[in-house]
């Protein structure tokens, strides 16, 4: 994967009168849930739908996960039948954020099999940048047939793989969340601060240039390759707070050419609902 996996603010316009593509807004509000809907519905992408991170992206909380658990295979391929995908169809996903929450989607249609996904590059701020129209209110979409989908389970670990892994210096696990809460100094949403023992962090915004686009993957590759050190790409392992931005800098990785690497899906957010696991604060 190359900078395919990137579509630039230009190159979409011109796809938006091809049927083969399907343009996803996946804006989010973690402290206002119905927030990015409400953005949605007075500004967006000419023909985009809407995939709300907690109903389409995510299953329900349960006491042993993290916030955002990972969509089971049927409630995933309801979502993808409802804004119209099938195989052969492009998806672009954007959102406000760089691609913090697109990527989620990203990351989930590799995680049952899917290619054809790509993020907009600079997001909904590039498109407007460029002069591009919007559109207000809901948009018709054409259902598709439902797919029968099947998780690649080896591209996640669990808490106890990862404690083993990191016990056995076996892996390199990277937080994408800003180095104010990895470090403890804050913590806004989950009842714990810090991180876990043994995680390096690179924060999510650092894959970014100054103009809200992604680095030359060369740059991107210099971040990373500090970090794993000895370790292959494959025994990198993304986490965040809840397992969402993790998926961001798993694509910046890819989009370097670091191929392999895995998600903790549960991230600190699961973490922490075993106080036995220990955290940590400070660098």
């Known amino acids: 994967m190359t900078r395919q996996m990137l579509v630039t603010a230009e190159q979409l316009h011109q796809l938006q009168a091809d049927t083969d593509c399907i343009i996803v807004d996946c804006r989010f509000n973690l402290a206002d849930p119905d927030a990015g809907y409400q953005l949605f519905l007075k500004s967006h992408i000419p023909n985009a739908t809407y995939a709300n991170l907690d109903k389409d992206l995510s299953s329900p909380v349960t006491?042993?996960?993290?916030?955002?658990?990972?969509p089971e295979a049927e409630q995933f391929a309801s979502f993808l039948s409802r804004i119209g995908w099938q195989p052969g169809l492009k998806l672009v996903a954007y959102d406000d954020m760089g691609g913090a929450f697109a990527a989620r989607l990203w990351w989930l249609m590799k995680y049952f099999g899917l290619s054809g996904a790509a993020l907009l590059d600079g997001g909904l701020a590039a498109w407007l940048a460029a002069g591009f129209p919007t559109q207000t209110g809901e948009v018709d979409s054409r259902a598709a047939a439902r797919l029968t989908l099947q998780?690649?389970?080896?591209m996640?670990?669990?808490?106890?793989?990862?404690?083993?892994?990191?016990?056995?210096?076996?892996?390199?696990?990277?937080?994408?969340?800003a180095d104010e809460r990895f470090?403890?100094?804050?913590?806004?949403?989950?009842?714990?601060?810090?991180?876990?023992?043994?995680?390096?962090?690179?924060?999510?915004s650092q894959n970014l240039g100054s103009d809200g686009c992604f680095k030359p993957s060369e740059e991107i590759r210099h971040l990373w390759q500090p970090l794993q050190g000895d370790l292959g790409a494959g025994q990198v392992v993304h986490m965040c707070g809840s397992g969402?931005?993790?998926c961001f800098n798993q694509f910046a990785s890819e989009l370097a050419g670091l191929q392999g690497s895995k998600l903790y899906a549960g991230s600190w957010s699961e973490w922490i609902r075993d106080p036995g696991r220990g955290a940590e604060t400070g660098p």
């Open 63 to 70: 006491p042993l996960s993290g916030r955002h658990p990972l």
């Open 151 to 154: 998780a690649q389970r080896e």
């Open 156 to 177: 996640v670990m669990s808490a106890s793989e990862v404690q083993a892994g990191l016990a056995g210096h076996e892996i390199l696990l990277v937080d994408a969340r």
């Open 183 to 204: 470090r403890g100094d804050v913590e806004p949403i989950d009842s714990v601060a810090g991180h876990v023992p043994g995680a390096k962090n690179l924060p999510l």
């Open 244 to 246: 969402v931005t993790a």
